[in-house]
């Protein structure tokens, strides 16, 4: 066996960086999870700070685009960390505009996602140019030129076993035959290695899926339950059919756009978020993914010359086209079986996959709402849907909502439209009550007689 299918077979360094790195990823998560300042700290005041060295450093050797994508991440850490300490700081006012939060990091997962879509669909349509630069010497030569300080070329697999001098024209085009030999393309613009076909364009059909299939952005909240000691940003939803599609889907995006990085910034990046999330942190894939990520950029933008090209601590990928088929065809059934299993509780449950918990039937969203969430949140990640806590399994206190609970609630509702059944009376809530909203039924059956559907 000469490869991982996927990847070559590396030296022991590149097994022992993997570990590091995703010993890392892992650790400043935790970190930054366990004490929020951290995150400000870290991520606020220090990304801010080191923007101008990223940007003065880093550009000139990997352009532009990194540095966006440092300057996006710094936004979407500081505003997961806001989220998380204003949760804490301010229970009621997180449970009745919850929807707000979820908007927030909806447009984060959605614009990322559909950043990639866009990448997918571009390669596949430059294909031929990338081919064609990689098998001519002077574009080559002029990717090496445009990244100041770092070679991009040397050191990659088709660089190898050349004899003549390294930079030299005779040394670029053995290369360029190479490429050419194993129909490679190069992304003049970035200088990864890539190559295009239909698989791009399955894969980016399942990003879209992916998109659409995100749900409960109206019931994300804090950790309430007093018997965790650590606080987290719950989004209960976010269950493992949509993270193993998740997953799958961005290797396969990845792997055709990055594919010589994919050692370690899917395999060990995606693992960094998705093990934390179904063992010892349930519920927060999007925290870990968040931080993850941030780490992940914020070295890429300050280490360039260390993390970009082509070196021992990297395991190429082996470039082959079957590879790219098997992981956009895994990326594309995942995410079609995801959005049908989606439709079939929609269809079934009649919720609003947007509004409401969609998979609060599911094993893993019971042992979510136990160990995160206190009486009061449990009353209230139901109050919309069908179901009690108790019918759920998620084992409330008592089985009458209480009178001093949150109230699940949408900004623009002009009365409560909450599902009729008990559920913590509109009158545990002041403000809404200073907002003169119409209650669905009687208000005082809702307080008074707590056993009786309404």
């Not at 010993?23 to 923007?51: D, K, P, Y």
């Not at 990338?130 to 990659?156: F, T």
């Not at 399955?202 to 994300?220: E, H, Q, R, S």
């Not at 094993?363 to 759920?392: G, Q, S, Y």
């Amino acid at each position: 066996m000469s490869s991982l299918f996927l990847w070559e077979i590396g030296t022991p360094v590149v097994y022992v960086m993997w570990i590091i790195v995703f010993a890392a990823q892992i650790l400043i998560s935790e970190i930054n999870r366990r004490w929020t300042w951290t995150i400000f700290a870290l991520w606020t005041i220090g990304g801010i700070a080191l923007m101008p060295y990223a940007a003065i450093h880093g550009t000139p050797m990997v352009g532009w685009f990194p540095f966006g994508k440092y300057v996006i991440m710094v936004a979407t850490a500081t505003m997961t960390g806001f989220l998380l300490w204003y949760g804490t700081k301010n229970p009621a006012k997180a449970r009745r505009y919850a929807i707000w939060f979820g908007v927030a990091l909806w447009i984060g997962l959605a614009v990322n996602i559909m950043e990639a879509n866009i990448r997918d669909i571009t390669i596949f349509f430059e294909n031929d140019t990338y081919l064609a630069c990689a098998a001519d010497p002077s574009c080559l030569k002029a990717i090496n030129e445009s990244h100041v300080g770092i070679d991009m070329i040397n050191g990659l697999p088709e660089s190898r076993g050349i004899s003549e001098p390294v930079g030299s024209d005779a040394w670029y085009a053995a290369v360029a035959a190479n490429f050419a030999a194993n129909g490679v393309g190069i992304d003049p613009a970035t200088g990864f290695r890539t190559i295009g076909g239909y698989w791009n364009i399955i894969t980016a059909i399942a990003g879209v899926l992916n998109i659409i299939t995100i749900t409960g952005l109206g019931k994300i909240y804090v950790t309430s339950n007093k018997n965790q000691k650590v606080k987290g940003l719950i989004w209960a939803d976010m269950v493992w059919p949509w993270v193993i599609a998740y997953d799958l889907w961005n290797h396969a995006f990845l792997y055709n756009a990055l594919s010589d990085y994919t050692w370690y910034c899917t395999l060990a990046l995606l693992l960094a978020a998705t093990i934390p999330a179904f063992t010892w942190a349930k519920g927060q894939w999007i925290w870990f993914r968040c931080f993850t990520l941030m780490f992940w950029i914020a070295m890429n933008n300050l280490l360039p010359q260390l993390l970009v090209p082509p070196s021992s601590i990297q395991n190429f990928s082996t470039m082959d086209p079957t590879a790219n088929k098997v992981c956009a065809w895994a990326a594309f059934i995942s995410n079609v079986a995801l959005f049908v299993y989606w439709l079939y509780k929609i269809r079934t449950t009649g919720r609003n996959p947007l509004r409401d918990p969609l998979y609060a039937e599911m094993k893993e969203f019971r042992t979510i709402m136990n160990e995160h969430a206190d009486n009061k949140d449990k009353w209230w990640m139901t109050d919309m849907i069908k179901p009690t806590p108790v019918e759920l399994g998620f084992a409330p206190d008592t089985d009458t909502p209480p009178d001093d609970g949150w109230v699940g609630w949408m900004p623009w509702w002009k009365k409560d439209n909450r599902y009729h059944k008990p559920r913590t009376p509109l009158s545990s809530d002041a403000v809404l009550m200073a907002k003169n909203i119409a209650p669905t039924g009687s208000e005082a059956a809702a307080t008074s007689d707590r056993g009786v559907s309404h």
